[in-house]
């Protein structure tokens, strides 16, 4: 039996191995772990050597260091040619805990809010549901990948050889979604996940007496002008038609009540779909600072970044994938428009045709909520669906 937080998983179908019923109480247990021992982006040294052990154990080909921490198991059954990766990201966020589980967070200030503890317990499972059913004639890339927090681990994959090294003909991930109800599955051809960047402005005047405004450029005015200058951008730049996201999300200056700053700081993001809306926004952003700069005589500074690139699904593949999902005894569906949060599988899916799934979990807490828990009910759905992409993408002949 599982504690009160999480009731006696229930899943579909019959009991037996094609169902992975008798997998659960081990991807249980497994999942817990890796919540309770969360490891940050490019330190998962720990999780990565449970996921290398456990593909050693099933007997599959292993390679370990890829991007740093990275693990890539390879299983290979009859005599195709073709090939699919499946994968799933291992890191945890740079935040505090504040749930009471009994498999809470012990690493301070380390938790598990975005649920890959259950996506690499499920990638795991789907490793052994393939390893001993072999309904497919092919090649299995396990792809484990670190750091998809913000530190492009999918990026760093990618550079240091990922598709050369385990060639694929399709790359295909999941990630649970707190938004759909449990036993619901969706995604969509085109984008699904937004484009992420992130700007940093530095304005730089002289700094003076709070009582004397006339002899110092007001660096702190001159920021609180261009914050609302921004939050006009996506309104009054950006075709109506289009869909894009700016949002300031810090602005600092100052320490004492009578200075004026010499310096102010603004960052925050930016979120679209399409390049051309992403390069207008740059450029009206860059625009704005400039021009606040110059109506206050004082100097600005501007670094944007774009870190993640739009998850683009190509359409065959999104297909698959929800033909998949019905085959888990998921509801699956279209999604009706994509998200405006990131995702680095855009790397990976810029590399392969491919295709990534929002799986139902339901709860009321949401990703990186300081209480959030990954839903074990969802475990046995994720297992069916990698496996049933793979028997799919990588059907036997006769």
């Known amino acids: 039996m599982l504690d009160e937080q999480h009731p006696t998983l229930r899943p579909r179908g019959e009991p037996g191995p094609d169902v992975v019923t008798d997998l659960l109480p081990e991807l249980v247990a497994l999942r817990r772990d890796l919540h309770a021992h969360p490891e940050l982006a490019f330190k998962e040294q720990r999780t990565a050597g449970i996921v290398a052990a456990a593909l050693r154990l099933l007997g599959l080909d292993v390679h370990e260091g890829l991007g740093g921490t990275g693990v890539v198991g390879t299983l290979r059954h009859g005599n195709s040619g073709r090939s699919v990766g499946l994968r799933a990201d291992m890191d945890a966020l740079p935040m505090a805990e504040q749930s009471r589980l009994g498999h809470a967070s012990r690493h301070a200030g380390v938790h ?29 890339h396990f792809i484990f990948q670190p750091a998809e927090e913000g530190q492009g681990g999918a990026r760093v994959m990618v550079e240091q050889g990922l598709f050369e090294r385990f060639p694929c003909d399709a790359v295909y991930a999941l990630h649970n979604w707190p938004d759909l109800p ?10 699904i996940m937004a484009a992420a960047d992130r700007f940093d402005i530095v304005l730089r005047g002289r700094g003076g007496h709070a009582a004397q405004p006339q002899h110092t450029p007001d660096a702190l005015l001159a920021a609180s002008q261009l914050v609302v200058q921004l939050n006009t951008i996506v309104s009054r730049r950006i075709d109506p038609a289009a869909s894009a996201v700016l949002s300031v999300t810090r602005l600092e200056g100052g320490q004492s009540h009578n200075v004026l700053p010499a310096e102010a700081r603004i960052t925050g993001t930016v979120r679209s779909f399409d390049a051309a809306v992403q390069d207008r926004v740059e450029t009206a952003l860059r625009d704005a600072a400039a021009g606040v700069a110059l109506m206050h005589g004082i100097a600005v500074d501007v670094t944007y970044t774009r870190y993640y690139p739009s998850t683009i699904n190509t359409p065959a593949e ?10 888990a005894g998921l509801d699956a569906a279209e999604a009706l428009r994509p998200a405006f949060t990131s995702e680095d599988f855009a790397f990976m899916l810029r590399e392969r045709p491919g295709a990534y799934l929002w799986l139902g979990q339901g709860g009321e807490r949401p990703l990186h909520h300081p209480c959030y828990d990954f839903n074990d009910e969802a475990l046995p759905y994720g297992v069916r669906w990698f496996c049933a992409v793979v028997e799919r993408e990588l059907r036997a002949e006769g």
């Open 318 to 327: 999104a297909a698959l994938a929800l033909a998949a999902a019905a085959d």
């Open 112 to 140: 598990h809010g975005c649920g890959h503890d259950g996506h690499t317990a499920m990638l795991l499972g789907a490793a052994r549901q393939l390893a001993r059913t072999r309904r497919f004639d092919g090649t299995v």
């Open 182 to 191: 449990l036993g619901q599955a969706q995604t969509r051809p085109g984008p």
